[in-house]
T-cell receptor, first 111, second 117 residues
Framework: QKEVEQDPGPLSVPEGAIVSLNCTYS??????FMWYRQYSRKGPELLMY????GNKEDGRFTAQVDKSSKYISLFIRDSQPSDSATYLC???????????FGGGTRVLVKP | GAVVSQHPSWVICKSGTSVKIECRSL??????MFWYRQFPKQSLMLMAT?????????EQGVEKDKFLINHASLTLSTLTVTSAHPEDSSFYIC?????????????FGPGTRLLVL
């Protein structure tokens, strides 16, 4: 069993819809949770950074962490075709430690 | 934001040759950099952690004599793939650790695509 599980998709939504992404994990020591966006043949770009449980909002993005369920989510409101990419969740035990990535979910927003 | 560059962006080489990839943090100093490998449609797999002025820490299963890492300054880490073979063909991505707003975050380079013939 992988430490971090993520549905590979693809997840196809119409433009303007809400994109809902999630990851589950098994290591209860994870404290820091991140979401990255990766376009094809490019490096990952940090979208959201969350410490411990709770919600965090930044523009059209909302990240949620539920440590009791070992479950994290990312929501993208008013999705745009430019949001089409692979979204990777990542987590670490301590700040600055190595990251453990999920497998990534490919998202396609259709105009 | 924190900017990380990689050079070259892509390289094609013959089997048996060595290839050096550079990772630079352009607007911040990074005592720690990470090297990842990503195969098509797969996630990033950490290869090693590079610390400035000390030996790199390799993940289990990664050959340290094949993947040489040097972190000689606070803005530059290099990965050398020695005696490359076709199975080493992959997308290599580095990240640099930045301390911003009381949190340490990894910022990634654009990646280097390596094709070994």
């Amino acid at each position: 069993q992988k430490e971090v599980e993520q549905d590979p998709g693809p997840l196809s939504v119409p433009e303007g819809a809400i994109v809902s992404l999630n990851c589950t994990y098994s290591n209860s020591a994870f404290q820091y949770f991140m979401w990255y966006r990766q376009y094809s043949r490019k490096g990952p770009e940090l979208l959201m950074y969350t410490y411990s449980s709770g919600n965090k909002e930044d523009g059209r993005f909302t990240a949620q962490v539920d440590k009791s369920s070992k479950y994290i989510s990312l929501f993208i409101r008013d999705s745009q075709p430019s949001d089409s990419a692979t979204y990777l969740c990542a987590m670490s035990v301590a700040a600055g430690n190595k990251l453990t990535f999920g497998g990534g979910t490919r998202v396609l927003v259709k105009p | 934001g924190a900017v990380v560059s990689q050079h070259p962006s892509w390289v094609i080489c013959k089997s048996g040759t060595s290839v050096k990839i550079e990772c630079r943090s352009l607007d911040f100093q990074a005592t720690t950099m990470f090297w990842y490998r990503q195969f098509p449609k797969q996630s990033l797999m950490l290869m090693a952690t590079s610390n400035e002025g000390s030996k790199a820490t390799y993940e289990q299963g990664v050959e340290k004599d094949k993947f040489l890492i040097n972190h000689a300054s606070l803005t530059l880490s290099t990965l050398t793939v020695t005696s490359a073979h076709p199975e080493d063909s992959s997308f290599y991505i580095c990240s640099a650790l930045s301390w911003r707003g009381r949190k340490e975050t990894q910022y990634f380079g654009p990646g280097t695509r390596l094709l070994v013939l």
